[in-house]
């Protein structure tokens, strides 16, 4: 009745289908286009969780060139068709009801038992503009679902950044190079911890910060992302 009730008063089409929307924990996706959302199965490499083009590979070039500071990353799914818009639609126009429901793809995701769930952290001027920062959305979300303890004032981004996206992996990197500080690294020394982010693309992001809590003293870093952004072709 309720999903009746928005359809009549607030029609939404989906914007991948354009079909009307009628679900809606996922609109403006349509139910179908939303079910056509799948895990990724292809071979990816064991570090980054890079899709690979061979079954044969196991480590990404960029892997074994600039080895991470992190353990292992998992993506769910591809940045590609309804995922990418789910993600670019919470992201930039503020449709947070799809953060439960995208949080719901990682929880279905293998994982190692954690001490801790830390996210990704927006700059103070970035984050005043977005209002949220997705990724503590969803990092506050797989916590509280594994009973695993969040950490949001660790881990904090001192230095506005140029937007990554354009930019090749080299540019990334020095985009990112200081753009990140512990401000309490007790909470992290000795800990397993879940870094969280919403996309891995060259994986600069996650790296500077897997560094960094290694450096403090951190054990095993295990990074989980909605998607990934690019393939080893």
Known sequence: MFNRFLRIFFPEHCPVCEKPSLDHRTAPIC????????????????????????????????????????????????????LRQAINLLKYRGVKRLSAALADMMLDMQTPVLDAVIPVPLYKTRLRQREFNQSAIFAKHLAGSTGTTLILDCLIKVRDTAPQVGLS???????????FEITRGETVRGKDILLVDDVFTTGATVRECSKLLKKTGAENIYVITLAHGSRDY
């Not at 079910?35 to 044969?56: A, E, F, H, K, N």
Request: glycine share 8%.
């Open 169 to 179: 992996a080299k540019q990334r990197r020095k985009n990112i190079k200081n753009a």
């Open 31 to 82: 139910r179908e286009c939303w079910q056509s959302i799948l895990p990724y199965t292809g071979p990816v490499c064991q570090r980054c969780g890079r899709p690979l083009v061979s079954d044969v590979s196991i480590i990404c070039k960029g892997c074994i060139e600039d080895e991470p500071s992190f353990e292992r990353a998992s993506s769910f799914g591809l940045y590609e068709g309804a």
